[in-house]
Each structure stands twice: as C-alpha cells, then as structure tokens.
DNA sequence: GTCTATAATCCGATAGAC
DNA sequence: GTCTATCGGATTATAGAC
C-alpha cells in the first residue's frame, strides 16, 4: 500500500545527505529561480561545502531534473488517486481540482519549479516533463469529458474551461502564499466552487 | 489624445538605440529569464558590442525595472480604457477580462517579464511594482464590486472569484502560444464567458 | 556613442588531501 | 564522503582609443 503520495515520500531510496540537497534546492531555486541561485547557495543551506554536493548529483542541472521529475510524478498519482477516489463524474473533478490547488499551495516551492523551470532543463529532460504533463492534464481532461458524457457537464464549455481550470491550480504557485491569504484547504474548497461554475456543473 | 496604449508608445521619448536594447531584452528575458540571460546577448541581438549597453543603461537590473514599469503601467492603463469604455457593469467586468488576457497573449514576453521576474528587480523597484499590481487588480475588483451591488453578479462568489480572473489573464503568458492554440481573440472570447460563469453573472 | 580590451567577480565543476 | 583550494570560463561592468 503506497498511500499518499509525497515529494519526500519519492526519496526513500537516497541517502539522507542527497535528501538534504534536494530540500536546499527546492527552497533556493523556489525563491529565486535556477539561474538565480548558484550551487553554493544550495550546498551551504544544506550544511555542507559547495564540492560535496558532487559526490551526489554529477551536474546542477541533475539537481533540477531529479525536483521536477519527482514533483511531476507525485502531481500525477495525486490527481489519479483523487480521480479513482469518487465515481460520480463531477465529484471527480472536485476531487481532482481540489488536489491539484492543494499541492500548488502546499508545495508551491516545487510547484514552481515544474511549472516555471521547465526551460533551464536540457531539451531531453523538457520532453519528458511534457509527457507528464501531458499525463496530469488528461485526467482532468477524462474526468469532465465523463461528465460531459453523464449529461451532468455542458459540452460547450468543456475544452477551454479544462485549459482554465488548469491555469487557476497553477497559477496559485505564483502568488501563494500572499496577505489575506485563505489557507489551501479553504483555496480549494473556493476554486472547486468556481471550477463547477466554469463547467456548467452542479454537485448531486 | 493618447489611444490605445502600448509597449512601443511608451518609449517614444527614448533613443532608437535604447528602444532597440529593451526589446532584444523583452526576447531574451521572455525567453530565458532574467538570470538565464546575459547581457552580451541582448547587445548581441540589438545589434551591438556588450559595451555599448551601458551607455543607454547603467546596470543590467535597470533594464528589466525599465521593461517591468512599462509594462505594468501600460496594464493599468490597458484595464482603466476598458473599465471606462462601458457603462453596463457586467459589460465592463468582460471589457476588463479581454483587456487583461489579450495583453498577456499578444505580449507573452512582456507579460512573463512582469510576472515572473518580479523578484529579479531590487527591493525599492518590487514595492513600486506591486503598487501597480494592485492598482491593476483594484479596477478589476471595483466593477465587479459595482456589478453586485447592481444585482448582476453574486456576491458570494466575488472575492475569490476576483483573485480567479486575475490568474486566469496571468496564467496565458505562461502557456501561450501553445499547440492547437486560439488566437488571442479567441481565448479572450472564451475567458470572458468563463469569467462571468464564475460571478454567476449573465450578459444583458 | 561605439568599439576593443580588460578588470573584478562569480560561476559550475574538479583535484587531491584526509 | 567531505573538506580546502583552485581551475577554466562566463559574468557584469569599466577604461580608454577612435
């Protein structure tokens, strides 16, 4: 049994110096962008001298990829397990929309990594964020193309509102958090509520 | 009479070749980001030798401020046309969303620029950037105000949905042009109607 | 005002002692 | 496996000729 999953969860298998560096850059490169922060700046907040780093990721490039396939991967198997996790069509969505805002705001570190980094990877590494992007979109994509089948989801509404409803979990990345902020439970809950709106979409 | 307001138009006061250095800066930093842009290249795609930069500009950040203010003023003003163009408060609140979500198609670079190299600037040019954000966000906020208070949009859902819009105009910049996408009329279109599905608000 | 040349610094990555 | 020390190169910015 996998259980939910985490970021920290994906690293099990590394040992926990490679574990601290990863942490150190998700923080650093979070804040200020992977141009912006040098590989001293992540072995120092990791405790430890700029070479030592190298004895567990053979470039800083290696750093970034290793964040954002593992944060790919998780946002996957949390919208699929919030997917399979209700069988009403529009409930489904709810579900997948509310995990989606959830691990933007929770994890808004790594969330911007994936969603803003993307092009400080190397053209290899791009396509195959892509693939799973590609993979997180279609979930959200089967879920209202369901419900759009069950009569419960306006067709209309359907191919820009998945495009939209993609833009506001990601977009939380951004600005969360921010003053006034609600905490992400209570964004999810909000955006949920606007999700089903866009969709034409009433719960049972 | 100023018109339309637009990137190009607020440079009129400035030199061709400082015009030319922001807009090879506008690529290149759309493209790779701030950091992940080196001055030679932006001379290099003006047109000219590195050194030749620092006469029209004293420090590489000064440049990105001169973009970012430009930009964020030209929204201000973009929104502020829209808002005053329609009296109707719903008619408005689209008039509003299409201004925002045509700017960040049709100056994608420009829009990522002030949107995601924010923190890039120094600290005294973030404060008057987010001066300017909130001026922008605040016509938003007040037509939609107007439009509850006119009975036309629901009231629960304003203030999150306010915040909603907003990401849904920013988030464009990060995905357009993508592929199978519309053009930016097309999607400003599209939005709009989703934005007013959000206000629970409907056309006259 | 633009150029070539370069200063001063910082970067990613490596060498070699322990 | 981590350290100190440093390499080779790129970076921002400047000096000085034209």
Redesign the interface.
Known sequence: MAGTPTIEGSWTGLAPTARRLLAAAIVEFG??????TSTRAVATRAGMSPAAMYMHFPTKEELLYEISRTGHEVVVELVRQAAEGVADPVERVCAIVAAMVRFHADHHGVARII??EH??LTPAHQREMLRLRRVTESVLQEAIDQGVLAGRIEAT?AP??T??IM??A???A??FPAQRSRRPAQ?AE??T??AL??L?AARA
């Open positions: 804040e200020h962008g992977y141009h912006g969603q803003y092009m400080s509404a820009m509102a495009l939209a833009s506001l990601i977009d939380v951004r600005w964004i909000a955006y509520v606007l709106r866009m034409g």
